[in-house]
Antibody
């Protein structure tokens, strides 16, 4: 069965960076895009970007451009999201989600359990 | 990219039907048939309910249905049940090759 297992909760200081991992199993890692979505406490879902595990290509939402890096290690079927220059507003649960595929505009059919990132000053 | 607009809350009695709207622009909802809906129970991970405006993944109840007219998509829940109490989010692909979520709607079963 398809599973996305994310790394554990993180507490970071303002200005620091955080790296969240998402380990995939139950399917061929390089066959499906992954997305990163975050949810601040008590708030809605916010799409951050998509990532192609096969080519390494990615695209992020405009508000995160220059501050987010998405990459992967195909040998361990794991994708990574790194967010730099953290501010308190980055406090959120970060989810990875698999793209149903193929082609553009596909929905997110499997989600990781979420990783809470807390940014303190 | 601004979030798609949804009503903050919708309520209904058991057995009733309710509809949640999701309004965007011609650059997202109106421009593509790539609207999805997600259900999120409190403290849980979002789950895919509807994709491509009106398709249901296997295992999703046929009480959930989707439609679209112009720049507004809609999710209808028929035969409302207590277990439907949750937050619902729409999502759309956009002309920038990105995605955008709606503001979210809390459904309350009276």
């Amino acid at each position: 069965q398809v599973q996305l297992v994310q790394s554990g909760a993180e507490v970071k200081k303002s200005g620091a960076s955080v790296k969240v991992s998402c380990r995939a199993s139950g399917y061929t890692f390089t066959d499906f895009y992954l997305h990163w979505v975050r949810q601040a406490p008590g708030q809605g879902l916010e799409w951050m970007g998509w990532f192609n595990p096969n080519s390494g290509a990615s695209k992020s939402a405009q508000k995160f451009q220059g501050r987010v890096t998405m990459n992967r290690d195909t040998s361990i079927s794991t994708a990574f999201l790194e967010l730099n220059s953290l501010i308190s507003d980055d406090t959120a649960v970060y989810y990875c989600a698999r793209d149903l595929g193929p082609g553009a505009g596909r929905p997110f059919d499997y989600w990781g359990q979420g990783t809470l990132v807390t940014v303190s000053s | 990219q601004s979030a798609l607009t949804q009503p903050a809350s919708v309520s209904g009695s058991p057995g009733q039907s309710i509809t949640i709207s999701c309004t965007g622009t011609s650059s997202d909802v109106g421009g593509y048939n790539y609207v999805s809906w997600y259900q999120q129970h409190t403290g849980k991970v979002p789950e895919l309910l509807i994709y491509d405006v009106s398709d249901r993944p296997s295992g999703v109840s046929n009480r959930f249905s989707g439609s679209k007219s112009g720049n507004t998509a809609s999710l209808t829940i028929s035969g409302l049940q207590a277990e439907d109490e949750a937050d619902y989010y729409c999502s759309s692909y956009t002309s920038r090759r990105t995605y955008v979520f709606g503001t979210g709607t809390t459904v309350t079963v009276l």
